[in-house]
């Protein structure tokens, strides 16, 4: 079975831009959770997708976004792109539905804010 | 709300020797709680998870865990370290309140000495 898949797995992108990354769950898992992990802060909660609808969500500006597609594969989004938003994002996957089954992860998306 | 506090950044043991990572956390709620291990340029792979039930859990990698709840700790240990062992790990809670909204710890680097 293959794993949780992030493309790109690095992008470098300037100020005031905005960037899309992509997430595709193990097949089967219908929740998709996203993370930012920095030196600085560590690794932080952004969100939850379960069903296409957002379940959870941590302390971003709204400049940080997702959707979640039909087939679980999920998108961030991130608008007007800021230096602090330099990290390596994190995406993982679970089956869902009742219970805090096992999260999978992948292996992130580098971004880089110039 | 949630947190997690990883005592020491940094802890390095002998080849052989016993691993202690510790991990406190406070929660308004019953919470589940985790530990990961990520290593270079991978994302977060899980070791263990407690729910419910026996408060001793045991994980992957002769690793295991035990919630105590008077103490709010959640440590982790392995009786015999192995050099392959050195990574990087995480201390992670979330509620049982319906799917992920995980908070992490800032991470213990484990280094294993020969």
């Known amino acids: 079975k293959a794993g949780v898949t ?4 690095y992008l470098i992108k300037t100020r005031g831009q905005q960037v899309t990354l992509s997430c595709s769950p193990i097949s089967g898992h219908r929740s998709v959770s996203w993370y930012q992990q920095t030196p600085g802060q560590g690794l932080q909660f952004l969100f939850e997708y379960f069903s296409e609808t957002q379940r959870n969500k941590g302390n971003f500006p709204g400049r940080f ?20 938003d330099s990290a390596l994002y994190l995406c993982a996957s679970s089956l869902g539905g009742q219970g805090l089954n096992e999260q999978f992860f992948g292996p992130g998306t580098r971004l880089t804010v110039l | 709300a949630q947190s997690v506090t990883q005592l020491g950044s940094h802890v390095s043991v002998s080849e052989g020797a016993l691993v202690l990572l510790r991990c406190n956390y406070s929660s308004s709620v019953p919470p589940y709680l985790f530990w990961y291990v990520q290593y270079p340029n991978q994302g977060l ?21 035990e919630f105590k709840k008077s103490e709010t700790s959640f440590h982790l240990t392995k009786p015999s370290a192995h050099m392959s062992d050195a990574a990087e790990y995480f201390c992670a809670v979330s509620p049982n309140t319906g799917g992920f909204k995980t908070i992490f710890g800032a991470g213990t680097r484990l280094f294993v000495k020969a």
């Open chain 1, 65 to 84: 976004s997702g959707r979640q597609f039909s087939n679980s594969r999920s998108e961030m989004n991130v608008s007007t792109l800021e230096l602090g």
């Open chain 1, 6 to 9: 992030q493309t790109p797995r």
């Open chain 2, 45 to 65: 792979q899980l070791l263990l998870k407690y729910t419910t039930g026996a408060t001793l859990v045991k994980g992957i990698n002769g690793f295991e865990a």
